[in-house]
């Protein structure tokens, strides 16, 4: 019968005993185990693999690492991102700052227009302006060849704390039943808070043929003959406060008045003004 052979001891120094968690004990490699007539230097290795090259010192379990220089990669740091986004995109951000300095100036420019117009309505309520009061204080007829009618208003500011500047181009009509006898236009006037003085409008008439109810009235020198006609005038009046321009209003003003004759000593016998702002 063939005897059975005992292993020999360097295979069972080859046997690995897999390493306990902590790297000691019978997880060491037994260095008699390595057969120092093998050429280790000659079993080719694929490219790129590890270089592991054990220590002389096999008991250590040190190996030392050598990694080849071309699969060595430095990342660079965000910071270099940032930078050449900034290089590379210059007119983004000029855009940027620009479109952000045009949204600042029109939301300031909101905010002043929404503030002066609370202003103003806050002065409106506070002073409440009113219009002019007028009423006729005398009027005189010259008989020519086109009548001219002159006539002295007196013009009243209401207004305590606000002034009134009136413009030079206003119109003036005198009426007789509804019929236009003359025209012309109110002065330009400006007159403070409280203030009250008198003006002097002429009105002529465009035609030579008057009617005969006024003809009558300005040649009859020996009866009155009265008349009864209506004056209309279209004023713009600017409301001011200091040196602040506030409101523009424009005034209707219609005075019906009856004179006692259109001859000489023409007397207002009754009138009635009233003003109207627009």
Not at 42 to 52: A, E, K, M, Q, W
Not at 147 to 153: K, V
Not at 202 to 229: F, G, W
């Amino acid at each position: 019968m063939e005897e059975r052979v005992p292993p020999s001891s360097a295979a069972g120094d080859l046997t690995d005993e897999p390493p306990n968690r902590h790297g000691h004990g019978h997880g060491r490699r037994n260095v008699s185990s390595y057969d120092d007539s093998f050429d280790y230097s000659s079993v080719s290795r694929p490219v790129g693999s590890l270089d592991l090259t054990p220590e002389e010192d096999y008991d250590s379990n040190t190996y030392v690492v050598q990694v080849p220089k071309d699969q060595i990669y430095r990342v660079p740091p965000p910071e270099n991102a940032r930078i050449v986004e900034k290089y590379r995109n210059p007119m983004n951000k000029r855009r940027n700052s620009c479109c952000t300095r045009v949204c600042w100036i029109i939301l300031v420019l909101f905010v002043i227009g929404i503030s002066i117009g609370i202003t103003l309505v806050i002065l409106h309520k506070v002073y409440s302006p009113k219009g002019a009061i007028l009423f006729i204080a005398d009027v005189h007829v010259k008989n020519q060849s086109r009548p001219r009618y002159e006539f002295t208003m007196k013009v009243k500011n209401p207004n305590e704390n606000v002034a009134i500047s009136y413009e030079n181009d206003g119109d003036a009509f005198l009426l007789l039943k509804k019929k236009k006898l003359a025209t012309g236009k109110f002065p330009q006037l400006e007159q403070e808070g409280g203030d009250s003085r008198n003006v002097r409008i002429t009105l002529t008439s465009s035609n030579t043929i008057v009617p005969v109810e006024v003809s009558k009235s300005m040649h009859d020198k020996k009866t009155e003959r009265a008349v009864s006609l209506q004056l209309e005038m279209n004023l713009k009046g600017e409301m001011n406060i200091g040196f602040l321009n506030l409101w523009s209003k424009d005034m209707h003003v219609v005075c019906d008045f009856k004179v006692s004759t259109l001859s000489t000593g023409t007397k207002v016998l009754s009138q009635k003004c009233d003003t109207q702002i627009k």
